[in-house]
């Protein structure tokens, strides 16, 4: 557009700044027209934060615009310093910009290319906007002569690129991507051609700031979403309406909301030491054995006449002549329990008997064992020497052999429900290891190690294979291909294209690849990549018609809106043999389809 020349007014003795057009623009006549037109209404536009412009004129068929000349650098070069700037940085910016365009919407201009590079950054501190009018200018003379889109393509609002239009909303979207790419240090559309970005700007809302800085508060995705809406109509209606929002979020949201990111966060990264209570000191204690002393009955009144120590020896043997008889009577009625461990059932009431007692075993006080074989005893109750009534009965802790669970199949289930099946084998899940497979879907259990039907010990772990479906091959990019050249690149790949939606581009030819999803990465062999393309001519898929008679096939093709070929052989009968192109493949409506009877 201009070369911009650092240069001195002699009448004012002051350094300015001086545009010179690009001479083949100056010898259109409308575009001289209309920038001085707009030069004058720039020029009349006086505000602190636009770049004044001090004068307008020709030279020798020079067009020149004469402007304040300010030291610093652009909003662009600070972004390249430092990737991204705080919220409160974000917020001083954006405030003084909206002010200029505040100003200038007010007057009837719109600015029209608002960008980082179109801000300036004084060095005093001050935030100015520049080139006010100039992009409108541009654009209208090359519209005129051309089918090209002037502009800067990651700034461009939809309803510029859809219908060449722009008001007022069109600067608010452009000012919506600067705000975007202060917060987030990036641009929220890429693409490795304009045709890309251009299309996103048509089809895709520009994401939240906040799913690229992780704590960003919420009320910056609301502005970014009021600011860059693809429909204008659902857009904030001007620059003024967008600064009062800006106002609105900078006195309400903390502090530390503005600073995100201006100095590091800190968070614990240890759990804090749990005290748990002690005991209290007057809690239960063993109870201490009781002495509980004894005394013998009362003698009746006969013996209590003796005195002395006859008496005394009297009273002492008959008390021995008692305590002796009731030991022997009690020593006849008891006896000890039989060592019956590791013995059958029928062992043990067979040795029972020979000590007059009987055993049972019930059935439900079983238990495992790692040292007795099934069904032999583990232990007694009561226990082996222990003193018991003769005619007694003594219960059979019977083993149930070792604590073993068996793997059960786990094949084709999912980890999920692998977890819950070993868990109600009493076995744990134990490391997850994961394959490529082609015959099992990705997310199932390929095998598990040990294998189904293992005898295993409780709570030991399971190790699962699992599935990570067919082996990935890489996505091509076949985005500003036509179409069957990309279907052709994904069948190289292993893949498969699947035209999804058909929409209008300006300025792109029709049949071709303007999206596809996945853009990038790896998909399993076989997977289906979509595809957005231009509108063209509706494609039809090509049925099998070999193994049916000429005849028929041509009326089936024809039916479909192909042109049918057909190629008759000598000796060749009048059966399709071969067709081309093959069956399953899409070709436009009206194509020619070749059929052969050998």
Do not use: C
Request: aromatic share 4%; charged share 25%.
């Amino acid at each position: 557009m201009a070369a911009v020349y650092q240069a001195l007014d002699t009448r004012l003795d002051r350094r300015v700044a001086v545009k010179v057009m690009n001479p083949d623009l100056a010898q259109d006549e409308q575009f001289v027209a209309r920038f001085i037109r707009e030069a004058k209404s720039a020029a009349a536009l006086t505000h602190p934060n636009v770049v004044s412009v001090y004068d307008q004129g020709a030279d020798n068929g020079h067009l020149y615009l004469v402007m304040e000349l300010l030291s610093g650098r652009t909003l662009r070069d600070l972004l390249h310093e430092r990737g991204r700037l705080t919220p409160r940085q974000t917020l001083s910016i954006l405030e003084p910009v909206l002010a200029a365009l505040a100003a200038a919407h007010t007057a009837g201009l719109i600015h029209r290319d608002v960008k980082p590079e179109n801000v300036l950054l004084s060095d005093d501190g001050r935030v100015k906007v520049v080139d006010f009018g100039l992009a409108r200018s541009v654009s209208a003379a090359t519209n005129t002569s051309t089918d090209q889109l002037m502009g800067t393509v990651s700034y461009l609002a939809p309803e510029q690129v859809e219908r060449g239009f722009a008001d007022q909303r069109s600067d608010v979207y452009a000012a919506g991507i600067v705000l975007y790419e202060m917060l987030t240090g990036e641009k929220p559309h890429h693409g490795e051609n304009p045709i890309e970005v251009i299309y996103q700007h048509v089809h895709e809302d520009v994401p939240p700031p906040s799913s690229r800085v992780p704590g960003l508060a919420p009320e910056f995705d609301r502005l970014v979403s009021l600011a860059t809406a693809r429909d204008a109509a659902a857009r904030l209606p001007d620059a003024g309406a967008f600064l009062a929002e800006v106002r609105r979020l900078r006195t309400t949201l903390p502090p530390e909301a503005l600073d995100l990111g201006d100095t590091p966060g800190t968070s614990p990264l240890s759990e804090p030491t749990t005290v748990l209570p002690r005991p209290p000191a007057d809690g239960p204690r063993p109870a201490k054995t009781a002495v509980v002393p004894t005394y013998p009955p009362e003698p009746p009144p006969a013996m209590r006449r003796p005195r002395g120590p006859l008496a005394f020896l009297a009273v002492l043997t008959a008390a021995l002549l008692v305590a002796l008889v009731a030991f022997l009577v009690g020593s006849a009625q008891f006896t000890r329990t039989p060592d019956l461990r590791n013995r059958t059932l029928a062992e043990a009431q067979e040795e029972a008997r020979r000590f007059g007692l009987t055993v049972v075993a019930p059935a439900d006080k079983q238990e495992w064992s790692e040292t007795v074989a099934r069904g032999r005893v583990v232990t007694t109750d009561p226990e082996p020497g222990h003193r018991i009534r003769k005619g007694g009965t003594i219960t059979l802790i019977l083993s149930k052999g070792p604590e073993r669970y068996h793997v059960p199949p786990l094949k084709g289930l999912t980890e999920e429900e692998a977890t819950r099946a070993l868990a109600e084998s009493n076995l744990a899940k134990g490391q997850v290891i994961r394959e490529y497979d082609a015959d099992v879907p990705e997310g199932e259990v390929i095998r598990s190690d040990p294998p189904a039907g293992t005898a295993l010990k409780r709570g030991t772990p399971v190790n699962l294979v699992i599935s990570k479906g067919a082996e990935p091959v890489d996505v091509p990019q076949v985005i500003n291909m036509p179409l069957d050249q990309a279907m052709a690149k994904l069948r190289e790949a292993g893949l498969k294209g699947e035209v999804v939606k058909r929409v209008d581009v300006p300025f792109v030819p029709d049949n071709t690849v303007v999206n596809q999803d996945p853009k990038f990465g790896r998909l399993p062999k076989g997977s289906t990549v979509k595809l957005t393309v231009t509108k063209g001519p509706e494609l039809v898929r090509v049925p099998r018609v070999t193994g049916m008679t000429m005849a028929k096939a041509k009326k089936v093709l024809e039916k479909l809106g192909f042109q049918v070929f057909e190629l008759k052989l000598p000796f060749g009968g009048d059966t399709v043999a071969n067709q081309d192109p093959e069956p399953g493949t899409q070709r436009p409506r009206g194509s020619w389809v070749t059929i052969r009877n050998m």
